[in-house]
C-alpha cells in the first residue's frame, strides 16, 4: 500500500498571515507536513521491503528445510524425532485406552456389583405375635407401609391364617408412639403410598383369599386417611404389588414384576416401562419414585435396584444385614422418600426361632451422602454387559501340594477353592473335574457358579452334602448330591439363599428329604433327579418359592413334595407332577402349569 504526501496549498496563506501570529502557525503547519512527508517515504520503503523478503521467503525457506531435513535423514535424526513422536502418541493412545476400560469396569461395577460402603440407621421398632404357636388370628407381620408427615403408617397381616383382614397401624416417627390402629379388608397389602393432594393411601395387595383360595387381587385399594376407612376399589388389568408417587413430578405408578404402570386422577394406565432384569433381581417387594427415578426394593438377596424413567439400570445397592442381638432382616417390605437422598426401609424378622413374635424395624438411608451419587443420564445396554469372573479350578485327582486355583494347579476339595471366594466385587465360576468331592458349605458367600458336567455325565461329580446359608446367589450344574448324616434330614439344604440347579442328582439315600430348604428361592431348570428319600422329595418351609422350569423326575420316593409356611411350588412345563403324592401346611400353595391344586 501506498501514502501519498501531505502538502499545504500557498493560496492558503493569506488566510494565517491575516493574524498577528498567522505567519508562525503557517510556518509550524509546514513543518508538520515535512516531517509526515518523511514518515509516508519510511512507510513506503518498509512495505516495498517486505514485499520483496515475503517472496523470497517462499523459496529460499522452503529449498532450505528440505535441504535440512534431507541431512537429518541421512544422518537418522529425522527416524529419531519421528520415533520419539510415535512413541507419545502411542503412550496417550493407551491412557486413553486405559481410563475407557476404567469407565467400562466402573460402569459394570456399578449395574452388576452392588454398593455396600453404607450402613442403616436404626429408627423404630414394632413388635407384634405372630400366632406361630396355635393358629390364632395375631397381625403381626408388616406388608406394606407409606410416609404421611412424621408418621409412618403400615399393614400387619396374620400370617397363618387365611384371612384378608389386616391391622392399619399409625406411629410417629419422632415420639416412636403409636397414634391409631384400625383393620381393614385389604388381603397381601403387599405395598401402600400417601397421595397428598387427594389425602389418600393407595394399597396395592398382591393377592387375597376368594373362597379360601389364595388368588391374584387386581386392585388398588383407596383409603380415606383422614378416618383410614376403605372409600373404593379399583380394578386393574393388571396385578399389582408395590406402588410409589413422585413428589417432583406428581407421577403415581404401580408395579407387577419389572413392570412399571403410570396412571393418571381416575387410574387410568398412560405409560408403560420395562425396566431391566439384573441376574441378582431377587423376589419383588415395595417400590417408590423419586426424582424422576423408579426404586425397587428386593428380597433374597436384599438389594435396591434403581432405574431411569425409560427403565435402564443405573444403580444397584446391597441391603446389610442389620444384626441386633442375633437378629436379622428376613424380608425388606418396601423403601419410601424423605427427600434431598434420604429414604425410610422397612424390614420385618422373627424376634427368635419360635416364630412366635414378628420384629417390624425401620430404618433410615442417606443413599446420597454414604454412597457415590446415582449417575444420571447413563444409559447402559445390558446385552452388553458381562459381569467380571474370577475362575477357579478344582480336581480330586491332582498330586501336586502347590494348589492355588489356578488350571495348571487345581484345588483338591471344592470347599477349598469356596473358602476363598471372598469379593463380592466379583463373581466366581468354580470348574470342577470329575471325581468323589466331601461336604460342601456356603454361609454368607457373593454370587458363586459351580460347573461339573452334563445332564448324562453328572455322576461323575459326586459331592457329599451341600449347606447354603444367607448367600447370594449359587448356581450348580451337572453335580450329584449324596447323602451327609452331618446335614441330619437331606443331603441338600438351603437357608435364606437364592440357587438354581441345572442338570443335576440327589440321592436322598433314605434321608427324610432330597431337597429341605427354608426362606429360599430355587430353580430348577435342564434335567434334574431326585430319588430315594424317606418323606418327600422336596419340603420348603418359611415362605420359600420352588420353580420348576425344567424336567425333574421324582424316583423312588414317599412323595412328590410339601409346602409349610407360606412356601410356593410351581411346576411348568414340559415338568408334571403325574399324580405323586403332595400336601401343603399353614398357607403353602402348589401349581402345576399356572393351576392350584393344593
Not at 535441504?67 to 510415535?86: C, M, Q, R, Y
Not at 420395562?274 to 426394593?297: A, E, F, K, R, T
Not at 412356601?567 to 401343603?584: A, E, K
Amino acid at each position: 500500500m501506498k501514502f501519498n504526501k501531505l502538502d499545504v496549498p500557498y493560496q492558503w496563506k493569506e488566510y494565517f498571515t491575516k493574524y498577528p501570529h498567522g505567519y508562525t502557525i503557517f510556518e509550524a503547519l509546514c513543518n508538520w507536513t515535512k516531517q509526515v512527508d518523511d514518515m509516508v517515504d519510511n512507510v513506503n520503503d518498509w512495505n516495498k521491503y517486505l514485499d520483496e523478503f515475503v517472496n523470497n521467503f517462499k523459496f529460499e525457506l522452503r529449498e532450505e528445510v528440505t535441504k535440512t531435513l534431507t541431512e537429518w535423514k541421512n544422518d537418522g535424526v529425522l527416524d529419531d524425532i519421528i520415533g520419539l513422536a510415535l512413541d507419545n502418541i502411542k503412550a496417550t493412545v493407551e491412557g486413553f485406552e486405559n481410563r475407557v476400560v476404567d469407565v467400562e469396569q466402573n460402569i459394570k461395577g456399578i449395574i452388576s456389583h452392588p454398593e455396600s460402603n453404607f450402613t442403616l440407621s436404626h429408627l423404630l421398632r414394632v413388635e407384634g405375635q405372630t400366632g406361630a404357636d396355635d393358629g390364632d388370628v395375631k397381625h403381626g407381620w408388616m406388608q406394606g407401609f407409606c410416609i404421611v408427615g412424621d408418621n409412618i403408617v403400615f399393614a400387619r397381616e396374620a400370617k397363618n391364617v387365611k384371612t384378608n383382614t389386616v391391622k392399619i397401624t399409625e406411629i410417629s416417627m419422632s415420639s416412636q408412639q403409636i397414634v391409631r390402629e384400625v383393620y381393614l379388608e385389604l388381603g397381601h397389602a403387599n405395598d401402600m403410598e400417601y397421595i397428598p393432594m387427594t389425602g389418600e393411601i393407595l394399597c396395592t395387595p398382591s393377592s387375597k383369599y376368594v373362597e379360601g383360595e389364595f388368588v391374584n387381587a387386581n386392585e388398588i385399594v383407596v383409603i380415606d386417611y383422614g378416618t383410614l376407612t376403605i372409600k373404593k376399589r379399583v380394578t386393574l388389568p393388571y396385578n399389582a404389588n408395590a406402588i410409589g408417587y413422585d413428589r417432583e413430578t406428581g407421577e403415581i405408578a404401580f408395579r407387577w414384576g419389572h413392570t412399571v404402570y403410570y396412571i393418571d386422577d381416575e387410574y387410568n394406565i398412560t405409560k408403560t416401562v420395562s425396566c431391566d432384569v439384573l441376574p441378582h433381581s431377587g423376589v419383588g417387594q415395595g417400590m417408590c419414585l423419586d426424582n424422576g427415578y423408579i426404586y425397587m426394593n428386593k428380597s433374597f438377596p436384599e438389594v435396591l435396584h434403581v432405574y431411569d424413567s425409560n427403565g435402564k439400570i443405573v444403580r444397584t445397592y446391597q441391603i446389610p444385614r442389620y444384626t441386633e442381638q442375633g437378629n436379622y432382616i428376613y424380608e425388606t417390605e418396601s423403601i419410601k422418600p424423605l427427600g434431598d437422598g434420604k429414604f425410610i426401609l422397612g424390614a420385618v424378622h422373627y424376634k427368635d426361632r419360635t416364630l412366635e413374635t414378628a420384629v417390624v424395624d425401620f430404618f433410615t438411608w442417606d443413599i446420597y451422602n454414604k454412597t457415590p451419587a446415582i449417575y444420571k443420564n447413563m444409559a447402559v445396554d445390558l446385552s452388553r454387559h458381562n459381569d467380571r469372573t474370577i475362575r477357579l479350578y478344582v480336581d480330586s485327582t491332582y498330586s501336586g501340594l502347590d494348589s492355588d486355583g489356578s488350571e495348571n494347579k487345581p484345588y483338591k476339595d471344592i470347599q477349598d477353592a469356596i473358602n476363598v471366594c471372598n469379593n463380592r466385587n466379583f463373581k466366581y465360576l468354580i470348574n470342577i473335574k470329575p471325581g468323589n468331592y466331601g461336604f460342601v458349605s456356603m454361609i454368607t458367600t457373593p454370587r458363586i457358579s459351580l460347573w461339573g458336567g452334563s445332564a448324562t455325565t453328572n455322576g461323575q461329580y459326586t459331592v457329599r452334602g451341600i449347606e447354603l446359608t444367607q448367600c447370594d446367589y449359587i448356581e450348580l450344574v451337572g453335580l450329584t448330591f449324596l447323602y451327609n448324616p452331618f446335614l441330619g434330614t437331606a443331603p441338600f439344604r438351603s437357608n435364606d439363599t437364592h440357587v438354581r440347579l441345572a442338570n443335576c442328582s440327589i440321592d436322598g439315600e433314605g434321608a427324610g428329604y432330597c431337597l429341605s430348604v427354608s426362606n429360599s428361592n430355587v430353580w430348577f431348570s435342564g434335567t434334574t433327579k431326585l430319588e430315594n428319600s424317606r418323606l418327600e422329595a422336596i419340603y420348603g418351609n418359611n415362605r420359600s418359592y420352588i420353580d420348576v422350569i425344567g424336567t425333574l423326575e421324582s424316583i423312588n420316593n414317599g412323595s412328590y413334595a410339601c409346602m409349610a409356611n407360606g412356601s410356593v411350588l410351581r411346576v411348568s412345563p414340559p415338568s408334571s407332577i403325574g399324580g405323586q403324592g403332595t400336601r401343603v401346611e399353614t398357607g403353602g400353595a402348589i401349581y402345576e402349569n399356572n393351576e392350584r391344586v393344593k
